[in-house]
């Protein structure tokens, strides 16, 4: 299948919000349990900004990509354990794209740090917690889930939310964290000198799906919906938050 067909094949389903196209896998989803020892981390919400604006960084100060820089960082126990972003292997010429196009052969960002930490043996991407510019593809979902990471946070939406769907039918917690509304909640508050991490706004923060021991699928659908509604506030075409030019980054 073409770059271009898929793309539309991914858009078709994602536009869909009554949820028709999971009929015929309901009894999947019933079969399917996260793991007994899957533990989520109860993170502050000033280190959830902290995280994404490491992700953010990495992304603007080492990605060569032109059409999306995305960074990503693995977090746990209260530190990050791993950093990547999107881009060639490692030796290779820093060109992401040819014509327009993204060549084959470019990892993104989730995979390059689930491979820096287990090729650096220093920890397990086990029950850590993602945070991911971009909201992953169905690709690294496959990675994100085999690695058994606990939850994933993101800002900016990816061009379909297949790969979304793909955490939430297994379980991963999925959370969109909107850096928009921190970026000009910081510059309200330290203009009045007010800045206090105990007064960040909920709404920073959507809670797509938490997981839970028990196996509960009306939960799950009602999620993926959800997800697919967020998507739709999107652009067509555009699916940038626009943070990435806020001025901390410039």
């Known amino acids: 299948m073409s770059e271009e067909k898929n793309i539309k094949y991914l858009k078709k389903i994602t536009e869909k919000l009554d949820l028709s196209d999971l009929t015929d896998q309901i009894e999947m989803l019933t079969q399917i349990h996260r793991p007994k020892d899957f533990t989520e981390e109860n993170i502050r919400m000033d280190d959830m900004i902290i995280q994404m604006e490491y992700a953010y960084n990495w992304a603007k100060r080492r990605c060569y990509a032109k ?7 693995l977090y746990k126990n209260g530190r990050p354990i791993s950093s990547g972003f999107n881009g060639t292997k490692s030796g290779y010429p820093n ?55 606990s939850a994933v946070y993101f800002t900016e939406m990816y061009r379909s939310v297949v790969g979304l769907e793909e955490l939430i039918k297994n379980g991963i917690s999925v959370y969109h964290l ?66 990435y030019d806020a001025a901390f980054l410039a």
Request: some cysteine; overall charge neutral; proline content about 2%.
């Open 67 to 73: 059409r999306r820089k995305v960074g990503a960082i």
């Open 95 to 149: 060109n992401c794209e040819k014509d327009g196009s993204t060549i084959a052969g470019v990892i993104h960002a989730e995979k390059n740090a689930i491979v820096k930490l287990l090729k650096a043996g220093t920890d397990s991407p086990k029950n850590s917690t993602l945070f991911v510019t971009t909201a992953n593809c169905p690709n690294c979902a496959e990675e994100i889930i085999l690695a058994e990471i």
């Open 178 to 243: 909107n850096m928009k509304k921190v970026s000009d909640f910081d510059k309200k508050t330290e203009s009045e000198g007010l800045y206090d991490y105990k007064n960040f706004p909920k709404d920073f923060v959507t809670t797509i799906y938490k997981s839970k021991e028990e196996n509960n699928v009306e939960e799950k659908l009602n999620a993926i919906k959800r997800v697919r509604e967020i998507y739709k506030d999107y652009k067509d075409g555009d699916f940038h938050d626009k943070f």
